[in-house]
């Protein structure tokens, strides 16, 4: 229309002169001269008495085209999403379709999923619970749910954890054009047997302890006779001036063996019990994760110079931050009775 053209100054003109009793031939010779020659009277008359009816001279905000589909073909595509959240939107669509009066496209299906909050993501992998371990998580999180944070702060945790060079695992994010895509300055290299190392690690709300190399295949000998032959010493400094602490080791093989029960039980050495198959309640998981993401994930040319990094990022590891990983333990027991034993965000 003529009067989207106009200025809102120009449209108030129009509105004056015709209060002043000028008729629409005058207006628009008027405007014509002085403001614009596209004016007619037929849009002036419209602008008038959109004025008439509003008060106003402005349009209205415009929101775009119209939406075909109703409420209630939203909540019906909503709900098929919900029913398998597998489904394409593709499939969606031609679910929807087979039933609908009115077909829809698959960009819209698309538009209504994301208006609702529904988009694509990765999902998280965790590992696989059967019902009896659900059961001991949750059982396990009623028991020590009790625990407050200086209680946990007691407990020494412990895990072993593999870092590897020219690893496929990691992503490498580079800003490339489609043209540079085999450039060799954004190739991320990989190596199918590049240098890595096996270690071992601990710590506690006061900071992390030891760290060792793991050489070769880890059992019950090897696990006593390398790893916790100073245990109790390891501990009490982490928990200093403390004299008793709670040592915490998941149910691998060389953890769970009599031999192991019988070594930590003559060095007077507390367990604390642990569900299986519960990475998501050990909290030097988060340790783990948190330096390989400070370790450089190529540069590493042999087993000693990546072993000689990780170290050096392990004793980094600020006492604050292991601090507020321990002290999460209350929130993951409660998480974990909330989800009834299945794996939470941790």
């Known amino acids: ?50 004025y008439l009816n509003t ?11 119209p939406t075909i589909v109703s409420p209630q073909a939203s909540r019906a595509i909503t709900r098929i999403c919900k029913a398998n959240r597998l489904l394409s939107v593709l499939n969606i669509t031609h679910t929807y379709n087979t039933s609908a009066v009115q077909n ?43 625990w407050g944070a200086d209680k946990w702060g007691d407990v020494v945790f412990s895990d072993e954890c593999i870092f590897q060079s020219y690893s496929s695992s990691n992503k490498l994010l580079i800003r490339r054009t489609s043209l540079e895509k085999n450039n060799a300055a954004f190739i991320q290299p990989v190596m199918r047997h590049g240098p890595h190392i096996h270690v071992w690690g601990c710590f506690n709300s006061n900071g992390v302890g030891l ?4 050489n070769g295949n880890m059992n ?27 040592f915490q080791h998941d149910l691998a093989p060389p953890h769970k063996a009599k031999s192991t029960q019988a070594y930590l039980k003559n060095k007077n050495i507390e367990i604390l019990p642990w569900p299986g198959n519960s990475p998501d309640l050990n909290p030097i998981e988060n340790i783990w994760g948190i330096l390989k993401r400070k370790v450089r994930p190529i540069q590493h040319k042999s087993a000693e110079e990546l072993w000689n990094e990780v170290q050096s990022k392990w004793y980094k590891l600020s006492r604050n931050l292991c601090q507020k990983i321990v002290f999460s333990m209350p929130t993951r027991l409660e998480l974990v009775k909330k989800s009834k034993g299945h794996p939470i965000k941790y």
């Not at 008729?23 to 002036?44: D, F, H, L, N």
């Not at 000998?221 to 010493?233: F, M, R, S």
Request: aromatic share 10%; hydrophobic share 35%; proline share 1%.
């Open 1 to 50: 229309m003529m009067s989207r053209n106009l200025t809102e100054f120009q449209r108030n003109v129009i509105v004056i002169l015709r209060n002043n009793g000028k008729s629409w031939t005058e207006i628009a010779r008027e405007m014509r001269e002085k403001y614009s020659k596209t004016v007619t009277k037929r849009g002036m008359q419209y602008l008038w008495k959109k």
């Open 55 to 65: 008060g106003s001279v402005r349009d209205k905000i415009r929101k775009g085209r």
């Open 104 to 146: 829809v496209s698959v960009s819209t299906v698309q538009k209504i999923l994301k208006k609702y909050g529904f988009r694509s993501y990765s999902a998280m992998k965790k590992p696989y619970l059967k019902l009896h371990q659900r059961l001991r998580r949750l059982s396990w999180a009623t028991t020590y749910s009790a």
């Open 211 to 214: 760290l060792k190399r793991i």
């Open 220 to 246: 019950a000998e090897k696990y006593q006779k390398d790893i916790l032959h100073d245990i109790d010493i390891v501990g009490k400094c982490l928990v200093f001036p403390k004299a008793a602490f709670v």
